[in-house]
């Protein structure tokens, strides 16, 4: 057996005591976690000052020495987030189906836990604890993968989690990291199915597009968001700007954020007036069609095939016209990646043929995609929004996180 | 583009149409094509007996040309299938979860088709028809890959269901065969995620873990079934062996079918008295551990560890004893595959032990494992009977051929 392999075999193992566990003692192992993560956030905040200063000295941006840096009021946040966890209501045991057959037996269809759940991810050390957490409520054991750069970070946050567990009477391999952080174990985790039960990619869409490609065990694809708002010939338009405005800039650099407006020819030009002094608040530039490009002038670029197919995150804005609803139907069909997709429009047939026609885990009518996520729709917890239509599609809480079991009894019953 | 990649791009663009195509619409396809089949049966019937006698010439053996054959009696048992699928109600526009928000938007849950479903099979060249109507009356289009020993036949059932769907104004495209039956072919297939949503091979073990093993498009796992039968220290004994007697000897090919019983060391040797003259009735053979051997001699043959993870599909049944419920509920994870699992016994709290920790699909007490499956479950249809525990778990009826999207209505609400 390889270490990796043996891993996978204690948590396994682990994840059958997890099943059985009750509601009461998941969230003691919760807060538990929530208290350790603050009473021993000294050693976190060391072993993440160290991650920090060899991801510095290794030339690490800016912005991602931010993204991996922890402090106490991160530190308190993330443990915030483990009680909120315990708060929510267990998905497990609840009942989803009853089937009375004229042969006398009965069935119930159970929600039950997936069983083992890797998570592979990149630099935020609050990922191993966010994610954990969910899998562990939902009665689950995880396996946890993250980047090199965070090593130690999580090395010492799977240490408190374990010694959590363990405090309440559940197995510590509940929760484990691979330590390893080469390719190599990567990529047999990714085929570990003897063991692991589905794999969550978190990050990139280039690391989500190499576990997709590679992977044997079941996957979860999260997160590329080439969203697009279609703002009608029926739309009001104070309200379409507003709402490209807010898609576009509130934070761009998120899977909801919006790259890219259509907008009906006959209303291009008053929404440009419209959204304009909007968009010019943040500098956002625009790579338009030639059509757009006459209107605005110096103040567009002319877009090129590519950008039709990019998700920006950033302060860029694609636009481009269309003759009617359904060509930007198509037009979204074809450079969506089937995440957020709006129209604004004050007709409620054109509405629905365009809610019914696109083909997206989410799709919008006069409000902005920024909402797709899994707090917004009230879930109380988001492991990650699902761009697939397998299991899960769109944002997913802790339901995402179990399946289900037929339970047949009967007297004696036979074919 | 390939000619795969056309067929692709063609299956995407007929599956949106499918979507939106209403139930009365769908059912007069499914009819359209029961009334097909009937009427050109015998060019069916005529390309499969070209079929029939190339495989009789390659040295095909006898159980495997049945299947391959069709006959009067068996394109009627087809085209009644299919008028029974047009008669399940529509899985497809049900709202199934409403969220309002305090900020005023409207969220409903819909179920929508999956959009592209590829089905990968082996030589019956019914379950080219019986796979595509699912597929067409849940709302999606379908890619069909047979084997190349029921190619004539499947390139038949094709004409035949393309034309019963362009006479009701439906896309043609909705169903189509991959004619190219080379691995080339079904490996290109299994990576075609840009136009394949998922992908459901039905056959053997091997076809199965290749698929699952290779593709890049998500995956339902079905069919492998390695299922168990646990006799309790306080079974009812002749229920017991009437249970293991069907579920080894009414049809010892399918995946539902018994391949291990588990005794408690107690009742081993009582229950083989119950149970031997059932089992010998069909000759069934008995590989067993040392302890059983002791007390059968020359009646059971010793077991190797093969055996404890072997499908036989056949009169063969393996048989070993445990000294507790917890020994067998441990054994059944390691060597099972999460089909279906059986335990008898009197006792409700070693029932709900089994029921709660055994992780498979379907979990019985005291009911033969024969009952998994679609119909017997009153699904009113059967895709396959899935073994993983992402989207589908159990017998796959027309829901599990869906997704749903989140529809969000506002009135211009921004974040």
């Known amino acids: 057996m390889t270490v990796l392999e043996m891993q996978g075999a204690a948590a396994k193992k682990a994840a059958q005591a997890m099943a059985l566990a009750g509601t009461e003692t998941k969230n003691k192992a919760l807060l ?14 060391s072993a993440n000052a160290e991650d920090y200063e060899a991801a510095k000295a290794g030339g690490m941006n800016a912005s991602m020495l931010d993204r991996l840096k922890l402090t106490k009021e991160r530190v308190e946040g993330v443990a915030e987030g483990v009680r909120q966890a315990a708060a929510l209501p267990d998905p497990i045991g609840k009942v989803t189906k009853t089937i009375d057959r004229p042969n006398g037996i009965h069935i119930e269809q159970r929600r039950v836990p997936l069983g083992v759940i890797g998570m592979i991810f990149e630099a935020r050390p609050n990922v191993a604890v966010d994610a954990a957490v969910l899998c562990l409520k939902a009665g689950n054991a995880c396996i946890l993968r993250g980047g090199k750069e965070s090593i130690r970070s999580n090395m010492c946050a799977e240490a408190i989690m374990r010694g959590a567990l363990e405090s309440v009477g559940l197995p510590a391999d509940a929760v484990s990291l691979v330590h390893d952080t080469s390719r190599e174990s990567a990529k047999e985790l990714m085929h570990l199915e003897k063991y692991i039960d589905v794999l969550i990619p978190r990050g990139g869409a280039g690391l989500i597009r190499s576990v997709t490609k590679e992977a044997s065990v079941p996957t979860i694809r999260t997160g590329e968001g080439i969203c697009h708002v279609y703002v009608d010939s029926e739309a009001d338009l104070p309200m379409a700007a507003k709402i490209v405005w807010n898609a576009k800039t509130q934070r761009p650099s998120v899977c909801n954020a919006v790259e890219c407006v259509v907008l009906h020819k006959s209303i291009a030009e008053a929404f440009f007036n419209e959204a304009l002094p909007l968009l010019d608040e943040k500098n956002v530039e625009i790579r338009a069609d030639a059509k757009i490009c006459n209107i605005l002038g110096t103040r567009a670029k002319e877009a090129s095939d590519e950008d039709w197919d990019t998700e920006y995150n950033d302060y860029i804005l694609a636009a481009k016209t269309v003759t009617s609803p359904q060509e930007a139907i198509d037009f979204i069909n074809a450079h969506g990646t089937q995440h957020s997709e709006c129209i604004v429009t004050e007709n409620a047939e054109t509405a629905a043929l365009f809610l019914n026609s696109v083909d997206a885990a989410a ?53």
Chains 1, 2 share one sequence.
């Open 32 to 45: 538990a976690i929530a208290d350790a993560l603050i009473a021993r956030q000294d050693e976190w905040l």
């Open 363 to 415: 799709v919008y009518w006069n409000a902005s995609t920024r909402f797709t996520d899994g707090f917004e729709f009230g879930l109380g917890a988001e492991i990650g929004i699902s761009t697939q239509k397998l299991h899960a599609r769109g944002p997913m809480g802790l339901e995402e996180l179990t399946s289900w079991k037929y339970v047949v009894c009967g007297e004696g019953q036979i074919r």
